[in-house]
């Protein structure tokens, strides 16, 4: 299958601080990649570079066959982006701001109406449509960026920690509509928590202070707890375990 991402060696660095080191993988067309690690990993720096929100400062980041580079922005129609903590217009209600993704992403003006009723249902926001985002609790707000993320039907979504603030009906949703779509779609994710990751990804890339430690095919033979297991001593390897202050006790 075709290459649809690909980081090669890539490193970024905030002052003297380092992202990401010599990051290195791919994602083929309909994968389903999920990225795990602990916290300040890179993670979110690997999505914003992928997404072009950030520039990374050597290697090379390849999206659809051409150079990410901050003039090349074109590729983006095709991505579906939900970065935590999602970012909005607030003075917009939803169907506004959904309207206005539309529009930037180019949807057939004949269409909009409709998919910002379809979506709007299918997230169970309608009846917060007339309040401004800025307004809504985190939950609300988490899944207007996840209508916003599908409204033009994009052929890869990214997803950074979706499921943070959704509640539990709106987690079977999410985790059923990727399953449904997943076949032709490419999906890359991140998320701590691996009891619903591993349920929609047939990958999964460990990360490690800036660059991949290890990579995990979900295949025949392989468990989900075969898989959580081997995840779970990378990710803690090295680590000491934390003892509670004995005033807790």
């Known amino acids: 299958m075709d290459q649809i991402i690909q980081f090669n060696n890539v490193g970024k660095k905030y002052g003297n601080v380092v992202a990401l080191n010599g990051m290195s993988f791919s994602v083929s067309q309909y994968e389903?990649?999920?990225?795990?690690g602990n916290n300040g990993c890179g993670k979110t720096s690997t999505i914003n570079i992928m997404c072009n929100l950030i520039k990374y400062n050597n290697g090379e980041v390849i999206v659809f066959n051409k150079k990410v580079t901050p003039l090349n922005v074109s590729y983006k129609n095709k991505l579906g982006i939900l970065i935590s903590p999602p970012v909005f217009v607030d003075e917009f209600t939803p169907s506004q701001y959904l309207r206005f993704?539309?529009?930037?992403?180019?949807?057939?003006?004949?269409?909009?109406?409709k998919r910002i009723g379809d979506v709007t249902t299918l997230f169970n926001?309608?009846?917060?449509?007339?309040i401004k985002i800025a307004r809504l609790s985190a939950g609300e707000k988490m899944k207007v960026a996840l209508a916003a993320a599908i409204i033009h039907n994009p052929e890869v979504l990214v997803f950074d920690e979706p499921?943070?603030?959704l509640d539990i009906h709106t987690i079977d949703l999410l985790t059923g509509l990727i399953n449904?779509?997943?076949?032709?779609?490419?999906?890359?994710?991140?998320s701590h928590n691996l009891d619903l990751i591993i349920n929609v990804c047939s990958r999964f890339l460990i990360m490690e202070k800036g660059r991949i430690i290890d990579n995990i095919l979900k295949e025949e033979g392989v468990t989900v707890d075969m898989i959580k297991t081997r995840i779970k001593e990378k990710i803690t390897a090295g680590r000491s375990e934390n003892r509670k202050p004995d005033w807790l006790s």
């Open 180 to 190: 449904t779509i997943r076949n032709n779609k490419t999906l890359f994710i991140t």
């Open 163 to 165: 499921f943070i603030h």
């Open 101 to 113: 993704v539309c529009k930037f992403q180019h949807v057939d003006p004949k269409e909009i109406s």
């Open 32 to 36: 389903a990649v999920g990225l795990v």
């Open 125 to 130: 926001i309608v009846s917060v449509d007339k």
